[in-house]
């Protein structure tokens, strides 16, 4: 059976923890040790990782890359335009002739249904590097960071402020898998999908008061307004007027809250200088963790077969 890692609610919770442990494993292995040494299992020995990018990278490219490299393996990179996917040619033609020539893909794609139907098809595993649905590598580093800073993430109450997107999609499915409370603040205008917002249950609570989100909470998480490919850039910005994470926004949070961004971060915007460089800013960590979330998704994956 083929694994493939396009949602955070596909997998079960079981596996999910083991996957998260695996990152904290590795990370913890390689203290003290050059980026560019190979981990000592080697798990992706005389591997290959295809990775496709429709959108724009710098963190799933850079961590993706890294991660193939110090678990034994190489990558092949490729921007969609310059593939004869970008002529279109369908995608269930270019997961067929890719499953004969790598060990496994990975996808930065603009649909997510293109995402599904690859993988469909695929005969290798298929990892969702960010799609208009679901960005389920990025919570992964999200709690790892979480978990390196404040121990376990179940119990804890997390408070997301700002638009309802892919990332806020992901952390709703991984509220009920890792036990932890999800408070969403956003306009009405650009909530949550609601499939989505059904799937975290009643782990997750949504409000367009960003201080009745952010009261008590441990975790304070915000991202850009304006995604890639979103083209009402001044209606948004005026409809998230309000949901700019400040200092005093972060008052209203734990006494020893910390704060995340997937970036990058348009300061003042969704946040403030002096939050984002701020003591409780743990973004640099997030950024990092990336390398070893998807380093442990990537062993998960080929551990299948």
Avoid at 4 to 15: G, K, N, V, Y
Avoid at 197 to 207: E, M, N, P, W
Wanted: glycine fraction near 8%.
């Amino acid at each position: 059976m083929v694994r493939h890692f396009l949602d955070i609610h596909r997998l079960s919770a079981e596996d999910l923890r083991g996957i998260l442990d695996d990152a904290h494993a590795r990370k913890a292995a390689r203290k003290g040790w050059p980026r560019g040494r190979v981990d000592a299992d080697a798990p992706a020995t005389d591997h290959v990782l295809a990775m496709i990018f429709e959108k724009n990278s710098t963190r799933t490219r850079f961590s993706f890359d890294a991660a193939i490299r110090q678990l034994g393996g190489d990558s092949i990179i490729a921007n969609a335009g310059d593939m004869q996917l970008g002529r279109g040619e369908p995608v269930e033609d270019t997961a067929r002739v890719l499953s004969r020539m790598v060990d496994a893909v990975m996808i930065r794609a603009n649909s997510h249904d293109d995402v599904e139907r690859f993988a469909r098809v695929a005969t290798v595993p298929v990892i969702n590097g960010l799609t208009d649905r679901s960005h389920p590598c990025q919570i992964l580093a999200d709690l790892q960071t979480i978990e390196e800073q404040r121990g376990p993430i179940a119990g804890k109450t997390l408070a997301w402020v700002g638009d309802g997107n892919n990332v806020c999609h992901s952390f709703m499915h991984a509220a009920p898998k890792f036990g932890f409370r999800f408070n969403v603040a956003c306009p009405a205008d650009y909530h949550p999908d609601l499939r989505d917002l059904a799937r975290g249950g009643d782990h997750v609570t949504l409000t367009s008061d960003p201080r009745e989100a952010v009261a008590g909470a441990d975790v304070v998480i915000t991202d850009t307004w304006v995604s890639m490919g979103d083209g009402d850039y001044e209606d948004r910005l005026a409809a998230f007027e309000a949901y700019t994470v400040d200092a005093a926004l972060m008052a209203t949070a734990a006494s020893d809250a910390v704060f995340l961004h997937c970036l990058p971060a348009h300061r003042g915007e969704e946040v403030t200088d002096a939050v984002i460089d701020g003591p409780q800013s743990l973004v640099w960590d997030e950024a990092e963790n990336r390398i070893h979330a998807q380093k442990a998704v990537l062993a998960w994956c080929l551990a299948g077969g």
